[in-house]
């Protein structure tokens, strides 16, 4: 899957809010610095995962599924198996018409349901981050392609 640059940059420009599904309380996890990352450049990031509903993360209650979502959604991000994309495709569906785009972390792909997707108007990204990309497209990736966060004052 090809994606062009200036429609990765539209995407993460436009959108506001992530619903995060499959996101980990656990901080050494991708998904929980990924959520993180995002909430620091200012997106509104809702935690979804049924393990951890009522707790508190980056100033927000982890809510079980999307369906407990009552605010607009502009965009999922997906840190599920391949193979559980499907009926969050379709739960996703149920927050147009804010809901933009259905991305879905790398490794994760699902031809179907993003047809599915694709054919009910949303843009559909597979197997990318968009930490990754956000830093790519922005200018922050350093130090042979890592954003790490260290600044050293002996330079």
Same mark, same amino acid.
């Given at each position: 899957? #090809? !994606?062009? +640059?200036?429609? =990765?940059?539209?995407?993460?420009?436009?959108?506001? &809010? /992530?619903? &995060?599904?499959? /996101?980990?309380?656990? *901080?050494?996890?991708?998904? !929980?610095? &990924?959520?993180? !990352?995002?909430?620091?450049?200012?997106?509104? $990031?809702?935690? $979804?995962?049924?393990?951890?509903?009522?707790?508190? =993360?980056?100033?927000?209650?982890?809510?079980? +599924?999307? *369906?407990?979502? +009552?605010?607009?959604? +502009?965009?999922?991000?997906?840190?599920?198996?391949? #193979?559980?994309?499907?009926?969050? /495709?379709?739960?996703?569906?149920?927050?147009?018409? *804010?809901?933009?785009? /259905?991305?879905?972390?790398?490794? &994760? #792909?699902?031809?179907?349901?993003?047809?599915?997707?694709?054919?009910?108007?949303?843009?559909?990204?597979?197997?990318?981050?968009?930490?990754?990309? !956000?830093?790519?497209?922005?200018? #922050?990736?350093?130090?042979?392609?890592?954003?790490?966060?260290?600044?050293? *004052?002996?330079?």
């Amino acid at each position: 899957m #090809e !994606y062009s +640059d200036a429609n =990765l940059k539209k995407i993460l420009t436009r959108t506001k &809010v /992530v619903a &995060v599904i499959g /996101v980990s309380m656990n *901080s050494v996890r991708p998904s !929980y610095y &990924v959520a993180r !990352y995002l909430s620091l450049k200012g997106y509104r $990031v809702i935690p $979804v995962n049924p393990g951890h509903a009522g707790k508190m =993360l980056f100033g927000e209650t982890v809510v079980a +599924d999307l *369906s407990d979502i +009552d605010a607009p959604v +502009d965009m999922v991000d997906i840190f599920r198996r391949s #193979e559980a994309v499907p009926p969050i /495709v379709d739960a996703a569906i149920a927050h147009l018409p *804010s809901l933009k785009t /259905v991305w879905m972390q790398i490794g &994760v #792909e699902n031809a179907e349901a993003a047809a599915k997707a694709e054919a009910k108007g949303l843009d559909v990204i597979q197997n990318r981050c968009p930490k990754i990309e !956000y830093q790519r497209l922005f200018g #922050e990736l350093r130090m042979g392609g890592f954003a790490t966060g260290i600044i050293s *004052s002996k330079l």
